[in-house]
């Protein structure tokens, strides 16, 4: 490997030269919706910001980097204004009567959008366990055009393996989509297992500091990049230069803030493990974890959710998230700070009484950069 292309490296010089106009070292914030032509048609490669802006062309090869495809390569990133507005333009691609494949513990609004928008407008879809290649297998058909990945899941952790749901999915010629929100690019990398997309919420751990709303889809193939594209401009799901330069910001330090998280995920989960008051745990990290075998093949460590019942059931989990002080009862995830959650009363609303409900006493963590002793210290005290 090059020393330029480690991670580390790319996420703080990836699209981002010093500006040529006056030497700044950080990406200038464009604040400007159309560009100057000097003649019709005749441009320095922007006309309008809904159809680009240098700002957001930074962020775009600085993400792409980090999934994998450089300046030289096929493909390249599309950022949107959200997490949901990524998955929206790959809704896009599909049309009435194509079958999209759904993890059957999907994120609530991933579901939202497909069960209550999508098919709307003609789309099949269905779930499958994705933990269970076979299951996977039985469950594409011919109309199948795309697998909707989540690993590790949302808010259960569970973990696909990317190639073999590849593999299934290539059996009827189907795209993969991978949502890689709580990996992020430093733990895991879906276009290299064979995925057609990798998504993101940068709201989340691009981000990191819980200030912005983001999205971004990153591809490997050119032909597709070039359509999702296209659909953006048409459809207008774009983030504004300001946005894009927090996100930017936030992903220089990805790397030692990934660490952190996970370095504090661990502790906790074992903290949890061993404790009579936690009737059960999830996170990948755990040996005991039914996904643990998988996520040590494909990730470089096992992220920073965490999400475990107390004993005592749905009001025990009501009252312990009232107690705590530094984690904060707030919905999202993936900011220096950590928060805490009941999924079902929250976040997950939406897939209440379906397959993909959730069960009602589990709290998720989105484990912080804090000192991992307040951590502890916090969630003991709300243990009571």
Known sequence: MNTEDRLETLAIH????????????????????????????????????????????????QIAALEGVGPDD????VATSSGLAATALIGYLLGPGDH??????????????????????????????????????????????????????????RIAD??????????????????????TPFLQQP?????????????????????????AIVTGDGALLERLRFLQNAAGPIPGPFDCYLVLRGIKTLGVRMQRH????????????????????????????????????????????????????VEAAHELVARTRLFFLAESLGGVESLIEVPAAMTHQSVEGTALEVPGALVRLSVGIEHIDDLLADLDRALG
């Open 74 to 77: 096929d493909g390249g990133a």
């Open 162 to 183: 990317i190639a073999e749901v590849v593999a299934a999915a290539a059996t009827v010629g189907a795209m993969v989509a991978v949502d890689n929100t709580f990996a």
């Open 100 to 157: 999209l494949l759904l993890p059957n513990d999907a994120y609530g609004g991933t579901y939202r959008l497909i069960a209550k928008v999508l098919a709307e407008h003609g789309i099949e879809w269905s779930v499958a366990d994705m933990t269970d290649p076979r299951a996977v297998a039985d469950a594409v058909r011919a109309e199948t055009k795309l697998v909707w990945v989540e690993t590790p899941t949302n808010p259960l952790l």
């Open 262 to 313: 996970c370095e504090n995920a661990m502790v906790i989960a074992n903290f949890l493990a061993d404790d009579a008051r936690v009737e059960r745990v999830w996170y990948p990290g755990l040996p005991t974890d039914a996904g643990h075998r998988v996520a040590s093949r494909q990730m470089a460590a096992y992220g920073g959710m965490v999400s475990f019942t107390p004993t005592g059931g």
């Open 14 to 61: 990836a699209g981002q030269d010093p500006d040529p106009a006056t030497g700044a070292a950080v990406v200038p914030i464009y604040a400007t919706s159309t560009y100057v032509q000097e003649a019709p048609g005749v441009h320095k490669g922007y006309e309008y910001s809904r159809t680009d802006n240098p700002t957001r062309t930074a962020l775009q090869t």
């Open 191 to 215: 276009l290299e297992l064979g995925a057609d997309m990798v998504v993101h919420s940068s709201t989340k751990y691009l981000g990191g500091h819980s200030d912005t709303i983001g999205g």
